[in-house]
């Protein structure tokens, strides 16, 4: 074999090496970036429902905060958040609580007497409640997520609603 051909064999070899390098390093980080998707994928999922269930309850405390319309309390023995709105001459009364593993929505009149199961269930959740600090201050657990919130109007808190 003359130096040439010798030449290229090493210059073919020598390029198939790189290349080989080079699809294996692309198929390792191909790998490790979907491992890497999948866990954050998981864990996102994992959250989801306490996510929504928190994010849905500070879209509502944020657009009903006017004087003297959010409280704490207790409806039917279960701790609830209320939003209190008017139309007109008639009082209404939006009741967001947790119930038989789902986080629930009841619009109504006050003073209308109904059960748990009237409102709308809005997302599966294993837990939910809420603490109050002060009149314009509460929490709210979801899971192990939570969310502290203030209420620019102040929060009217029911009787029996005590501050740790």
């Known amino acids: ?30 790998m490790f970036g979907a491992t890497i998707y999948r866990n954050i994928n998981d864990l996102s999922h994992s959250n989801e429902p306490e996510q929504i269930a928190l994010s849905y309850i500070w879209t509502k405390t ?27 001459d008639t009082n209404f009364r939006t009741a967001i609580y947790h119930y038989d593993g789902w986080l629930y929505e009841l619009f109504s009149e006050v003073g209308l007497e109904l059960s748990p199961t009237s409102g709308t269930r809005i997302v599966m959740v294993d837990t939910l409640t809420f603490e109050a600090y002060n009149n314009e201050y509460f929490r709210t657990y979801s899971g192990d997520k939570s969310l502290f919130l203030y209420t620019r109007s102040g929060l009217v808190l029911d009787e029996g609603v005590g501050l740790p």
């Open 62 to 88: 944020k657009n009903f905060d006017k004087a003297d319309t959010i409280s704490i309390g207790d409806f039917n023995g279960i701790p609830a958040l209320f939003i209190y709105e008017s139309f007109g």
């Open 1 to 30: 074999m003359n130096k040439a051909m010798r030449g290229r064999s090493i210059d073919t070899i020598f390029m198939l090496i790189v290349f080989s390098i080079f699809a294996v390093s692309v198929l390792m980080t191909l």
